[in-house]
């Protein structure tokens, strides 16, 4: 077998295309690239943005001036900025549209030019996304993309980042790295037809418009739709359904394009690169997490025996770097999975544990300087005995205050609270309840064999083997601190907004 160079030696001199690339997992992305390989070509960072300009300033402010880049920073003091836009080049567009959205058509022609590695990243990871979006982004991004690779004159990669979710049922078992059935409902027994999807999607919207309907109703409409188009076909939910349609786009061109999947699985704070704890936005468990510290979330659907699968960013993007420079061309396997239910399997009654514990020993401070106790967490292995705490622990009490009557400010209050915490609980159950009572673990046989194709030093540069975990230390330490400090970030951006 050819001896393969490495992971900084395949992006030497290498054009890529990235697309959502103001997302949480391409920031680490253009980062890692950036500092393995500073002689990279040049990364085409594709962002929703009207026109050059503003798709610079979106990099410029949601990405370049970020504390991940301060290594780079570091590296190159004062010359960083003219060495970052030599090699970082934004363009404005939107995977939503053909030609993706590139408007200017002499740089899309360079585009598929000199573009040689594509990492097709956009996605709208709402599991509650409207079902017109969640599909044009999804589901036709894909198409989109496909069609620009197509026309790429030197590719020699595309790699689609889809989700391991796009697999997830009721029952206990192992879920291969292995394609989908093509253009068929999760369990086989309907086809699936994109064209009558869409069809289906534009014609009620038509519905929706012809009756006036507002705003609020054509958006609380389409998330319905979608979670009801998703349940029919045997997914979990709209971004599930419509990244398993982008999957199976990507099936129909494997014969004429070098398409490659990576499906990681719940993605969580960096472990280590480039620092640790690093995160955007809150994910599935980060939601239960700091919601749980500040002592709104109570309760919980899970089986305490479930093995949750988490996976730190960095070893996604170093799995996605180690496909990028390790995939065997020719071979018929082209999915890989990343996850770590197989390798190091983490059970949530132990993810509460650890969780509870360093609640207990570092409380949540509110705004107003009350310090938040927290009481182990209340785990309910099935969404019946959620329910009837519910309606024990909120429902008949806030019954209770009505009919007595709400004659105080403080009566109002008081419910108000109650009833706020009673609805965001039943949300945030009904949306992850799916995901935390599957007993389905992702194998990553694939990914193992291709990391062990690894030289000694990509092991160290690009480390990607969920088995180094110690979750202790990484919960306590590394991910609850890491989600606490977004939390708070946010709260100060929100305050300078109100300003």
Same mark, same amino acid.
């Given at each position: 077998?050819?001896?393969?160079?490495?992971?900084?030696?395949?992006?030497?001199?290498?054009?890529?295309?990235?697309?959502?690339?103001?997302?949480?997992?391409?920031?680490?992305?253009?980062?890692?690239?950036?500092?393995?390989?500073?002689?990279?070509?040049?990364?085409?960072?594709?962002?929703?943005?009207?026109?050059?300009?503003?798709?610079?300033?979106?990099?410029?402010?949601?990405?370049?001036?970020?504390?991940?880049?301060?290594?780079?920073?570091?590296?190159?003091?004062?010359?960083?900025?003219?060495?970052?836009?030599?090699?970082?080049?934004?363009?404005?567009?939107?995977?939503?549209?053909?030609?993706?959205?590139?408007?200017?058509?002499?740089?899309?022609?360079?585009?598929?030019?000199?573009?040689?590695?594509?990492?097709?990243?956009?996605?709208?990871?709402?599991?509650?996304?409207?079902?017109?979006?969640?599909?044009?982004?999804?589901?036709?991004?894909?198409?989109?993309?496909?069609?620009?690779?197509?026309?790429?004159?030197?590719?020699?990669?595309?790699?689609?980042?889809?989700?391991?979710?796009?697999?997830?049922?009721?029952?206990?078992?192992?879920?291969?790295?292995?394609?989908?059935?093509?253009?068929?409902?999760?369990?086989?027994?309907?086809?699936?037809?994109?064209?009558?999807?869409?069809?289906?999607?534009?014609?009620?919207?038509?519905?929706?418009?012809?009756?006036?309907?507002?705003?609020?109703?054509?958006?609380?409409?389409?998330?319905?739709?979608?979670?009801?188009?998703?349940?029919?076909?045997?997914?979990?939910?709209?971004?599930?359904?419509?990244?398993?349609?982008?999957?199976?786009?990507?099936?129909?061109?494997?014969?004429?394009?070098?398409?490659?999947?990576?499906?990681?699985?719940?993605?969580?704070?960096?472990?280590?690169?480039?620092?640790?704890?690093?995160?955007?936005?809150?994910?599935?468990?980060? =939601?239960?997490?700091?919601?749980?510290?500040?002592?709104? @979330? !109570?309760?919980?659907?899970?089986?305490?025996?479930? #093995?949750? &699968? +988490?996976?730190?960013?960095?070893?996604?993007?170093?799995?996605?770097?180690?496909?990028?420079?390790?995939?065997?061309?020719?071979?018929?396997?082209?999915?890989?999975?990343?996850?770590?239910?197989?390798?190091?399997?983490?059970?949530?009654?132990?993810?509460?544990?650890?969780?509870?514990?360093?609640?207990?020993?570092?409380?949540?401070?509110?705004?107003?300087?009350?310090?938040?106790?927290?009481?182990?967490?209340?785990?309910?292995?099935?969404?019946?005995?959620?329910?009837?705490?519910?309606?024990?622990?909120?429902?008949?009490?806030?019954?209770?205050?009505?009919?007595?009557?709400?004659? =105080?400010?403080?009566?109002?209050?008081?419910?108000?609270? @109650? !009833?706020?915490?009673?609805?965001?609980?039943?949300? #945030?159950? &009904? +949306?992850?309840?799916?995901?935390?009572?599957?007993?389905?673990?992702?194998?990553?046989?694939?990914?193992?064999?291709?990391?062990?194709?690894?030289?000694?030093?990509?092991?160290?540069?690009?480390?990607?083997?969920?088995?180094?975990?110690?979750?202790?230390?990484?919960?306590?330490?590394?991910?609850?601190?890491?989600?606490?400090?977004?939390?708070?970030?946010?709260?100060?951006?929100?305050?300078?907004?109100?300003?």
């Amino acid at each position: 077998m050819e001896k393969l160079p490495g992971a900084a030696e395949r992006f030497r001199g290498k054009t890529v295309l990235i697309t959502g690339a103001t997302g949480f997992i391409a920031k680490l992305v253009v980062e890692k690239i950036l500092r393995l390989q500073p002689e990279v070509k040049r990364l085409y960072l594709l962002v929703r943005a009207a026109d050059q300009v503003s798709a610079k300033e979106r990099v410029r402010s949601e990405m370049m001036e970020l504390q991940i880049f301060q290594p780079l920073r570091d590296k190159y003091q004062t010359h960083f900025n003219f060495w970052f836009w030599d090699k970082v080049f934004p363009l404005a567009g939107d995977v939503s549209l053909t030609n993706l959205g590139i408007g200017d058509a002499g740089l899309a022609e360079d585009v598929r030019k000199e573009t040689e590695i594509i990492v097709h990243m956009a996605a709208t990871v709402n599991f509650a996304e409207r079902y017109d979006t969640a599909l044009e982004v999804n589901t036709m991004g894909v198409k989109h993309m496909i069609e620009i690779a197509s026309k790429c004159t030197n590719l020699e990669l595309v790699l689609l980042v889809s989700t391991a979710y796009v697999n997830i049922i009721m029952e206990e078992g192992i879920i291969m790295e292995k394609p989908l059935q093509q253009w068929r409902s999760f369990n086989g027994r309907f086809n699936l037809d994109l064209s009558g999807e869409m069809a289906f999607k534009e014609a009620k919207l038509k519905e929706l418009v012809f009756s006036n309907a507002s705003k609020h109703t054509i958006r609380h409409t389409m998330k319905r739709i979608g979670a009801e188009r998703a349940k029919k076909f045997g997914w979990a939910n709209s971004y599930t359904f419509t990244k398993a349609m982008g999957e199976m786009l990507a099936y129909d061109q494997k014969s004429r394009l070098p398409i490659v999947i990576i499906r990681p699985t719940a993605v969580a704070s960096t472990l280590k690169d480039p620092f640790p704890g690093w995160i955007e936005g809150a994910k599935a468990i980060d =939601t239960w997490i700091s919601n749980y510290g500040k002592g709104q @979330l !109570k309760f919980f659907p899970t089986d305490v025996t479930t #093995v949750i &699968d +988490v996976v730190p960013a960095d070893i996604v993007v170093n799995a996605m770097l180690c496909i990028i420079s390790y995939h065997p061309q020719g071979t018929t396997d082209f999915i890989y999975q990343i996850g770590s239910s197989v390798a190091n399997p983490l059970k949530i009654g132990k993810m509460g544990d650890l969780t509870y514990k360093y609640f207990s020993e570092k409380p949540f401070v509110s705004s107003k300087g009350e310090v938040v106790t927290v009481k182990q967490p209340n785990f309910l292995a099935a969404m019946s005995s959620f329910y009837e705490i519910m309606d024990k622990h909120y429902k008949v009490p806030l019954q209770d205050m009505l009919r007595r009557g709400l004659s =105080t400010a403080e009566d109002h209050h008081i419910y108000n609270h @109650l !009833k706020r915490e009673y609805d965001f609980t039943v949300a #945030v159950a &009904d +949306v992850y309840w799916s995901f935390t009572i599957s007993k389905m673990r992702y194998d990553d046989s694939k990914m193992q064999n291709l990391m062990a194709m690894m030289t000694e030093r990509d092991r160290e540069l690009i480390p990607c083997n969920t088995r180094v975990i110690n979750w202790n230390k990484y919960f306590v330490e590394t991910h609850i601190p890491g989600v606490m400090d977004y939390e708070s970030r946010e709260l100060i951006r929100a305050s300078r907004n109100r300003k």
